[in-house]
């Protein structure tokens, strides 16, 4: 991408060029491995791809660094593909339009794939050098990450050789992580009966949009506004006022389980003569939700018209009582704030995703806590819910959490690196209430000691996604220093 042939360093956004020209959704990154494993085969790397489908690339070490211990980089190869409603984007096949706006590389209408591109990017132009002086270096490139971490989940023991592991996968120059949230998908699922209109009946729309989103975990907190939780509260409200003259049609929300929901749309068919009152109830509605989300979400917008298309059945007065107040009942957001990490989350759930048509319904909530107790509590409380509503539940994708621990050598060696060339302290030592591949990785590899770092990225999985230029090259400077300095083993 000719965009990114002025910045420095050039090896790193080379690569990440590549992976911008790349469709890499989660679950379809075979094309990206394939062009990454030719690559490292023709530089003479040593290349496997494990069942899972992960790349393993080796590099061996340099001249006088063969006693040091061995280096993996770990990062993932998909990435988030969120869009706003009106772009026509296929993430499947179009190249990601990104620009430069001041300090920053952005994609304005779409997720830039920074998280984890940027990570692979800075592991790939680590392995291309060839004036680094570095111990023995694997690179592991996961899949899947996304959308439940079956790479990681799916690598087996015994693949990989080094001892000490740095994952490129968190958003904040100047901060070491150590620790993360482990998880769990809870996945609803429903049938309801359909019923045929009464006479009179018109179709209409109600769409809630405009809202920031961002990444489930490391945004929770912000208390932005979910899409889906506005809409039904919305539905339920005019349920409250109007009986069974409000007919529900169709629901959907939301597009990423580890994404705020952005937007949410429902179709509704009521008597034509209350379409001037369901209106006027609505725009108080606008009004009152931009008032709640003032200073958050300052774009939130509540619409209602007219519907094109005709629907001659709706879903049933019972079940969509029933429905509806189970989605308004269910949890999102921050549960605990951790007790032991001041200022982190330590419980959260995410109401990511549901669609409800042709007399089916399906609802994703992702939970997440620094306690493995946490996870599970919370997803059986949301299974309890569901449940009392005649849905069915099934959690999936259960990953642990990373617990920290501040004795490690590797962070205090970056510890070390960072104040000799950025900084007069140290870096702010954190916990991240994500789900990092690294916990699953330390469950299968106990041996590793891990340390995770990354650039600047904000709004990591929601259109306007954006990377920091010069904390990349940062990012870079620092890589290449710690593998350098790695001591030799005792």
Same mark, same amino acid.
């Given at each position: ?51 899972? #489908? ?9 001249? +006088? ?27 499947? %096949? ?7 706006? @001041? ?46 971490? +079956? =790479? ?5 023991? +015994?693949?990989?050789?080094? &001892? ?34 009464? &006479? ?8 809630? #949009?405009?809202?920031?989103? #961002? ?8 208390? *932005? ?15 409250? %006022? ?12 939301? $597009? ?37 989300? /003032? @200073? ?19 879903? $049933? =007065?019972?079940?969509? *009582?029933?429905?509806?107040? /189970? ?5 999102? !957001? ?13 419980? &959260? ?9 042709? !007399? ?8 997440? $806590?620094?306690?493995? &107790? ?17 849905? /069915? ?7 642990? @959490? ?22 007069? +302290? ?8 994500? #789900? ?44 290449? /220093? ?9």
């Amino acid at each position: 991408m000719p965009l990114l042939d002025q910045l420095e360093p050039a090896a790193v956004w080379r690569h990440f060029s590549t992976l911008l020209n790349t469709p890499r959704p989660s679950k379809h990154e075979d094309a990206l491995r394939d062009t990454l494993r030719t690559w490292a085969d023709a530089r003479g790397f040593a290349t496997m791809v494990d069942r899972a #489908g992960n790349l393993i690339i080796r590099k061996p070490a340099t001249a +006088g660094m063969e006693n040091r211990p061995g280096v993996i980089l770990q990062g993932h190869l998909d990435m988030v593909c969120q869009k706003n409603h009106a772009t026509t984007h296929d993430f499947q %096949r179009d190249p990601i339009q990104a620009e430069l706006q @001041g300090d920053w590389l952005v994609a304005p209408n779409t997720t830039l794939g920074a998280d984890n591109g940027i990570g692979v990017a800075l592991a790939l132009a680590l392995l291309e050098s060839t004036d680094l002086p570095h111990p023995p270096l694997e690179v592991l490139l996961t899949v899947d990450e996304e959308a439940g971490m +079956g =790479g990681a989940l799916g690598l087996e023991p +015994g693949l990989l050789q080094g &001892s000490l592991m740095i994952n490129i996968d968190t958003e904040e120059w100047g901060e070491f992580y150590l620790g993360c949230a482990g998880g769990v998908d809870v996945n609803v699922s429903f049938r309801y009966t359909s019923e045929a209109l009464p &006479s009179g009946f018109a179709n209409y729309e109600i769409d809630v #949009g405009g809202l920031r989103g #961002g990444h489930s975990g490391v945004d929770i907190h912000l208390e *932005r506004g979910n899409a889906i939780k506005i809409l039904v509260r919305l539905l339920r409200s005019l349920e409250g %006022r109007f009986g069974n003259d409000i007919r529900l049609v169709e629901l959907e929300g939301g $597009s990423a389980r580890n994404a705020l929901a952005r937007e949410a749309r429902a179709r509704i068919a009521l008597p034509r003569e209350l379409a001037e009152r369901v209106a006027s109830r609505i725009e108080d509605f606008d009004v009152l939700v931009r008032g709640e989300l /003032a @200073g958050v979400d300052e774009g939130v917008s509540v619409r209602f018209g007219p519907e094109d298309g005709i629907a001659h059945s709706a879903m $049933s =007065g019972a079940d969509q *009582r029933n429905i509806l107040a /189970a989605l308004h009942a269910a949890p999102h !957001g921050v549960r605990r704030m951790s007790q032991r990490v001041a200022g982190v989350v330590e419980t &959260s759930n995410n109401l990511g995703v549901v669609k409800i048509s042709d !007399g089916t319904g399906f609802a994703n909530l992702m939970v997440r $806590s620094l306690l493995d &107790s946490g996870v599970q509590a919370l997803a059986a409380e949301i299974e309890s819910l569901f449940s009392l509503a005649g849905a /069915a539940v099934q959690t999936e994708g259960a990953y642990p @959490g990373w617990a920290p621990n501040p004795d490690s050598d590797l962070l205090k060696l970056f510890q070390q690196v960072y104040q000799r060339g950025f900084a007069s +302290g140290p870096a702010a030592v954190k916990v991240i209430h994500a #789900g990092l591949e690294c916990g699953i990785l330390k469950s299968k590899y106990p041996q590793l000691d891990i340390v995770s770092f990354g650039p600047d990225i904000r709004g990591a999985h929601a259109p306007g996604e954006r990377v920091n230029i010069e904390s990349v090259a940062k990012c870079w400077k620092l890589l290449c /220093a710690v593998v350098a300095a790695i001591p030799a083993e005792r």
